[in-house]
């Protein structure tokens, strides 16, 4: 019975030794390490806003009895005593003239294929590259809701379309096509009756249709006048299209007066430049100059009006519109917040080369919620560069240190 009890207990020891051991071998060769790769990132001291558009502009009107077709195209500078616009007697005269205007456009869009086809002679593989790289880009312009490139883009892929016919062996499928265009000219224009007047403006500008009401108040010189109130009360209308024709944009100057909150003020000074994206296709971030700061502690807001002395097509047809206005951008390296180690009062980073451990120093020039965007030096290969792997977390790193597959 004793010899039993003792082999039991003997067998239950070898277990535990075993168990044990085990666990030591589990913890000496188990090392959890998480790691991150590194990408670039930028970051912005910017405030965002709501603003007003001032210009000097003309309302232009006129007295007709009849439908309107425009003879100009929106933003189109018109010289003293250029034509605007025409009048027909009715609806089915303007319809025609439409039909006439974009069958001309067309064949525009044709001879320009045609000159493209004798260019590309027989490379065909040419054509078919470029059509499925338009093909791609309109994806990318519609999914960004980018209207006036995506309507661009589908003009060249049409020229790019009648190239590929015309080198398949179809050489006048674009001349059929153009004359085809010119019998549907002709019988419109036998349809139209002659239009019964011609609208003219006595200065020149830039012709816009689209008239707010506000051209006669909303100078340049008239919003010297404007306080924070009457831009908000202009923001807080419902700027609505006027009953007249249009309106000329008769200066190249123009100017946005951008409603802020009051403890931002201080960050702008008078004479200085800075970026403003108003996210408008087309437009670039601009930069604009600070001609003003009007502040009012009671409200808690604030105006600056920027100005600027190109006029862009996409600002001309607007009087408000939202910014953001960008006084400094940070561009780096984004390393998070847990890849930090401080080693001898400097900071870095340990990153995996490979099944090796190193150590890189870090220079932080902005910390986010959770992250820092860091000094990228391509030259330095002793700094962290674009890509690397950086560790997390990890048991006993040190630089050299060997891990061999056991990352997870």
Avoid at 119 to 140: A, D, F, R
Avoid at 170 to 191: F, P, W, Y
Avoid at 248 to 255: C, F, Q, S, V
Wanted: charged residues 30%.
């Amino acid at each position: 019975m004793k010899s039993k009890t003792g082999k039991i207990i003997t067998i239950l020891l070898v277990l535990v030794f075993l168990s044990y051991a085990v666990y030591q071998i589990a913890v000496y060769f188990y090392q959890p390490y998480n790691t991150e790769i590194v990408y670039k990132a930028e970051a912005q001291d910017s405030v965002f806003c709501d603003g007003v558009f001032i210009r000097n502009e003309k309302q232009y009107d006129a007295d007709y009895d009849g439908v309107i077709v425009y003879s100009c195209e929106e933003g189109e500078f018109i010289s003293s005593g250029g034509e605007i616009a025409r009048v027909y007697p009715s609806e089915e005269d303007a319809e025609s003239i439409s039909k006439v205007k974009k069958a001309e456009a067309q064949i525009e869009m044709l001879e320009k294929a045609k000159q493209k086809s004798a260019n590309y002679t027989s490379l065909e593989g040419e054509i078919n590259k470029e059509i499925s790289e338009t093909v791609s880009k309109i994806v990318e312009a519609v999914s960004r809701g980018k209207k006036e490139e995506t309507e661009k883009l589908k003009t060249e892929l049409e020229i790019a379309l009648n190239v590929k016919a015309s080198l398949a062996g179809n050489e006048t499928v674009i001349d059929e096509k153009i004359e085809e265009l010119k019998k549907t000219i002709k019988e419109a224009e036998d349809n139209v009756n002659k239009y019964v007047k011609k609208l003219k403006t006595s200065e020149k500008g830039r012709f816009v249709s689209f008239s707010d009401g506000y051209e006669q108040s909303l100078t340049i010189e008239n919003s010297e006048n404007y306080g924070i109130e009457d831009f908000e009360a202009i923001l807080n209308s419902t700027v609505k299209k006027s009953n007249a024709i249009g309106k000329l944009i008769t200066d190249y100057e123009w100017k946005y007066a951008a409603i802020i909150p009051y403890d931002a003020a201080d960050k702008f000074v008078e004479g200085k430049k800075l970026k403003v994206d108003f996210g408008i296709e087309g437009i670039d971030v601009l930069d604009m100059t600070v001609e003003k700061i009007i502040t009012d502690e009671q409200s808690e807001k604030a105006a600056v009006i920027f100005s600027n002395n190109y006029m862009y097509g996409e600002i001309m047809t607007r009087r408000t519109h939202s910014a953001k206005i960008i006084f400094d951008s940070i561009s780096g390296l984004r390393i998070p917040e847990k890849a930090l180690r401080m080693i001898n009062g400097q900071s870095g980073v340990y990153i995996l080369k490979k099944t090796l451990v190193r150590y890189k120093t870090i220079e932080i020039l902005y910390r986010g919620v959770g992250y820092y965007i860091v000094k990228w030096d391509q030259n330095d290969s002793k700094s962290v560069q674009l890509f690397d792997e950086v560790f997390l977390e990890g048991k006993d790193l040190y630089e050299g240190k060997q891990i061999g597959e056991n990352k997870i």
